[in-house]
């Protein structure tokens, strides 16, 4: 299974962004997918998640900013980013999950590279 992340950058505070990742090697209709971040000297967080089935979850602080979305057809996940603030600054993961049909909140198996988004003041 194979993951690759992209559409990260260099945004202005208030800005936009949006992250693509593309799965292949796998039954993307079947994995749940997340979005994962760590910044500088910080762990890996959990940032979205969303289950084969559709159902979304977020990390508080990205809560109605950040939106998370999957087109089946194109085995892409997607992370929509408004409203940036500077503490989104991170390398920002996406990974996928099997188990349990896909039906998992926080999926974990297979992880792509990461794509580095900078938020400035």
């Known amino acids: 299974v194979q993951l690759q992340a992209s559409g990260g950058g260099l945004v202005q505070a208030g800005g936009s962004l949006s992250l693509s990742c593309v799965v292949s090697g796998s039954i993307f209709s079947n994995n749940a997918m997340g979005w994962y971040r760590q910044g500088s000297g910080k762990q890996r967080e959990f940032v979205a998640s969303i289950t084969s089935e559709g159902r979304t979850n977020y990390l508080g602080a990205v809560k109605g900013r950040f939106t998370i979305s999957r087109d089946n057809a194109k085995n892409t996940v997607y992370l929509q980013m408004v409203g940036l603030k500077p503490e989104d600054t991170a390398v920002y993961y996406c990974?996928?999950?099997?188990?349990?049909?896909?039906?998992?909140?926080?999926?974990?198996?297979?992880w792509g590279q990461g794509t580095q988004v900078t938020v400035s003041s």
């Open positions: 990974a996928s999950d099997s188990r349990a049909r896909g039906n998992i909140g926080l999926p974990t198996q297979y």
